[in-house]
């Protein structure tokens, strides 16, 4: 039996919603998240936590 590949692993970037500057790049699993990913994460720029939120990677 032929394995199918799914592409079920994606990668991410997490981009600051105070700054909009792109901190952080992550693995989504699609499988087991749905929806937007939004995480508090430290932005060296801003020097503080801030809600980063997904965004596609180039
Ligand atoms: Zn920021």
Avoid: I, P, S
Avoid at 13 to 19: D, K, V
Avoid at 23 to 52: A, I, P, S, V, W
């Amino acid at each position: 039996m032929a394995k199918q590949k799914k592409k079920a692993v994606e990668l991410v970037a997490l981009q600051c919603t105070e700054c909009n500057r792109r901190n952080y790049t992550t693995k989504k699993n699609k499988q087991n998240l749905q929806g937007k990913l939004e995480l508090k994460k430290y932005c060296r720029f801003d020097r503080r936590h801030t809600l980063h939120r997904e965004t596609k990677v180039k």
